[in-house]
């Protein structure tokens, strides 16, 4: 048996990263939109789910509830190991945290709730959002607004949290020539809104903050997890068919980016496991999407190696040799024990 949903369900993937889900649960508790639940994969292992769990009890002062017994979603088993359910103290809003068996990936985190929420009723759509995401209040209700308009893929308004005047992206661009993912409307002001023009170049919403509709997952599928990390938003935008990409401008969120992972922007404190899954997973989706074209993909890679070794990044430029080689062999999924990543000085 199953159990009617709220019409909007949260999904967030996290990795050992408590105070950044603590901080995205505070803005969602002050959403004006009434109707949804949020589920959390922790795929950072069990010492991680019961520092959360405790610091969501402690800090964050939310009630546990007594698992429905009936209801399959609150069962533990197949990919989580264990679920903790409790609700925000002043509103009667359901919170889910499973433990995952393993590290699931992004794609696989979201997925293990997807397949879940796949056989209940009730829920219109999934908004996926990113631990490092801090909601405005009116946020979830311009997304919902925006589902009713026909959308199935819909982004918002995505600034960054440190220059919330400025835009990271309307959404993403995979060029068929260079196997680069382009950010359309990097820097624009916030407030602005993409042209039809710009928002038909656009093959993907950020996986950062991107809401689908029932239909959309139900027509589509679930997110690829060969990917691991990077790549899986872009690939489930570009199989989305007949569904919509729409943008909810009103929708705002704040975004600080690579608190779990680190970042592969700036060389000097770059992570090496970013550079590796984002050398790879080019590699991967080309050989996807961009058929016998990806042998020239594979030589932009080439030259992005030689980019880290003339800006003084040498281990950044091996990293990225080793993710080159390793997607056109098609090794996918988590990194495996032989991938020997350097740590960053």
């Not at 950044?20 to 069990?46: H, M, P, T």
């Not at 690829?224 to 009103?250: N, S, T």
């Not at 070794?309 to 950044?316: K, N, Q, S, W």
Request: glycine share 10%; aromatic share 8%.
């Amino acid at each position: 048996m199953s159990s009617d949903r709220a019409k909007l369900a949260v999904l967030i993937v996290g990795y050992r990263n408590p105070d950044d889900i603590q901080r995205c649960l505070r803005s969602l508790a002050s959403s004006d939109w009434q109707d949804f639940e949020v589920y959390i994969c922790e795929n950072g292992g069990k010492k991680a789910f019961e520092t959360l769990v405790a610091a969501l009890v402690g800090r964050e002062r939310v009630v546990p509830c007594t698992q429905d017994e009936d209801d399959v979603i609150d069962a533990p088993g197949g990919r989580f190991d264990s679920i903790f359910k409790c609700r925000f103290q002043d509103r009667p809003i359901s919170v889910r945290v499973g433990l995952a068996r393993d590290n699931l990936g992004y794609g696989g985190g979201i997925n293990a709730w997807l397949e879940r929420l796949l056989g209940s009723r009730g829920w219109e759509a999934v908004l996926v959002l990113n631990p490092d995401t801090d909601v405005q209040e009116s946020c979830l209700t311009e997304f919902m607004v925006k589902a009713s308009q026909g959308f199935g893929m819909i982004g918002g308004t995505l600034v960054f949290d440190h220059a919330p005047d400025k835009i990271i992206n309307y959404g993403l661009h995979w060029s068929p020539v260079t196997g680069r993912v382009l950010a359309v409307g990097r820097n624009s002001m916030a407030g602005s809104s993409p042209t039809p023009e710009v928002l038909s170049r656009i093959d993907s919403i950020s996986g950062a903050c991107v809401l689908v509709t029932r239909a959309f997952v139900e027509d589509v599928g679930l997110m690829a997890e060969e990917y691991f990390l990077y790549m899986e938003d872009v690939d489930w935008g570009r199989r989305r068919g007949k569904h919509r990409i729409g943008f909810a401008e009103r929708a705002i969120i704040r975004h600080v980016g690579g608190t779990a992972i680190g970042s592969a922007i700036d060389p000097k404190k770059q992570s090496f496991l970013s550079v590796y899954l984002s050398a790879r997973n080019s590699i991967l989706f080309a050989r996807r999407w961009a058929k016998r074209r990806w042998l020239l993909h594979f030589g932009w890679g080439l030259l992005h190696a030689v980019r880290y070794v003339v800006i003084g990044a040498p281990l950044a430029a091996k990293v990225t040799l080793v993710g080159l080689m390793d997607g056109a062999q098609g090794k996918s999924g988590k990194p495996d024990a032989s991938v020997r990543l350097p740590q960053p000085g």
